[in-house]
C-alpha cells in the first residue's frame, strides 16, 4: 500500500506567557489572537494545499515569496492564510516578556545605529512607523524592511507579507482589529504606542543583519 505523508504546517507554541506582555498587550488578547486566530490560518493554509503535496513540503516563506507558482485557484488562499501564518510567527518572536533582557527601552546594536541614520532619532522613526500603521485602511500590518541600503518603513492590506515584493521583513506590528480590540478598542493609536514596550530588540537585529545580506 503506497504510504500517504501530510506535510501539515504547525503552529508553534507561544515562546512566552500569555500575560507576559502585560499591561502592554493582555493576557485573554495573546491567547486569543495565538491560539484561535493564527490557529486558524494554519487550518487554512493546510486545507488550501490539501491537494498539492509538493506545495505543502516548501517552507511557507517560499510560498509567499513565489506566489507566481501557486496555482490561481488557491493563490488567494495561500497569500492570506501563508500570510497569516508566516506574518504571525514573527510577530510572536519581535515581542518578549517585559522587563527582560533586550525588550523594550532604546534600540540597541546595529539596527540602533541604522534607524539614527536613516530617521535621524529613534523618536522620529517610532512616530514615522505608527502614523504609517495607523493610516493602514481597515485590517493589515505596519512594517520595517531594508530596501537599496536604507530601512523603509510601509504598510500591507490584509495577511500581504512584503517577501511577496522581494522584501525581508526586519519588524512588523499587526493592526488587524484582533490584535488589540479587547484592550484599546477602537484605539489602534494608544496599541501602537504602547506595543514599543515589549519589543525585542535582539531579534530584530538578527532580522536585520539578514536583510542586509
Ligand atoms: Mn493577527
Redesign the pocket.
Known sequence: MEEIFTMAYELAPLPYDYAALEPFIDAETMKV?HDK??QTYVNNLNAALAGHPELAAKPVDDLLRDLAKVPEEIRTAVRNNGG?HA??SI?WRLIGPVGSDGIGGSPTGPIAAQITADFGSYEAFKKTFNETAAKQFGSGWGWLVFQAGKLKVLSTPNQESPLSHGLYPILLN?V?E??YYLKYQNRRADYLAAWWNVINWHEVNKRFVIAKG
Open positions: 489572537h486566530h493564527h497569516g506574518n504571525h510577530f499587526d488587524w484582533h490584535a
